[in-house]
């Protein structure tokens, strides 16, 4: 019934910008902490960024600082990812992920949005 839904992927040019969403459905979505993880072809899976349930604190992947930017709408159950000055090696199938440990431990994936930036 919980259900994921990443969107705003696509081809992009390098230097360019693309904002993804993740929409949440049947889960109380101020209760998880929200990432973004990417997997590029035949590569081990990534942590991109991390934002606190609150909104009060972030992470990022080294890879990505003062490009990309994690933020959440806990009043539309929706996390963006902002991704400023692409490269290619930022291609990749790009996840929503959710997980709380209260009341229970939870953890919830998307099916992911392709992401493809063009030199």
């Known amino acids: 019934q919980v259900q994921l839904v990443e969107s705003g992927g696509g081809l992009v040019q390098s230097g360019g910008s693309l904002r993804l969403s993740c929409a949440a459905s049947?889960?109380?979505?101020?209760?998880?902490?929200m990432s973004w993880y990417r997997q590029a072809p035949e590569k081990e899976r990534e942590l991109v960024a991390t934002?606190?349930?609150?909104?009060?604190?972030?992470n990022y992947a080294d890879s990505v600082k003062g490009r990309f930017t994690i933020s959440r709408d806990n009043g539309k159950d929706t996390v963006y990812l902002q991704m400023n000055s692409l490269k290619p090696e930022d291609t990749a199938v790009y996840y929503c992920n959710a997980k709380q440990r209260w009341p229970r431990l939870s953890e919830y994936w998307g099916q992911g949005t392709q992401v493809t930036v063009s030199s």
């Open positions: 049947a889960l109380t979505f101020r209760n998880f902490v």
């Open positions: 934002i606190t349930s609150t909104g009060d604190s972030t």
